[in-house]
């Protein structure tokens, strides 16, 4: 079973990878990161329903803020759906947004 924050933690490290991969590969098709993306999304959205359920003493006074109860997995879980969403319909303008630099300068 996943402990629910680890899904943030890996969301932040999938966007974070991606965005320097994308910063520092330049002859990389996007689609090729729109696509891992996408597939780290789906990955993480199928963890979500395998969450183990938090007890309701929390262990560090600190965490008491945080809840993973069905309520918050279902909203996880349309947040995690709408960003692939947008990721399937960035699909089809990833090659026209790139500008060599010529045109840049």
């Given at each position: 079973m996943i402990s629910a924050p680890y899904l943030e933690v890996a969301v932040i490290?999938?966007?974070?990878?991606?965005l320097l991969v994308?910063?520092?590969?330049?002859q990389l098709d996007r689609r090729v990161l729109g696509?891992?993306?996408?597939f780290g999304l789906a990955v993480i959205f199928i963890a979500t329903f395998f969450v183990a359920p938090q007890s309701s003493t929390a262990s560090a006074p600190l965490w008491?803020?945080?809840?993973?109860d069905a309520l918050s997995l279902f909203f996880k879980r349309i947040a995690l759906a709408t960003t692939a969403g947008v990721l399937v319909m960035m699909l089809d303008f990833a090659p026209s947004i790139w500008l060599p630099p010529s045109i840049l300068c």
């Open positions: 490290v999938l966007g974070t990878i991606i994308e910063s520092f590969a330049s696509y891992t993306a996408l008491a803020f945080y809840s993973a």
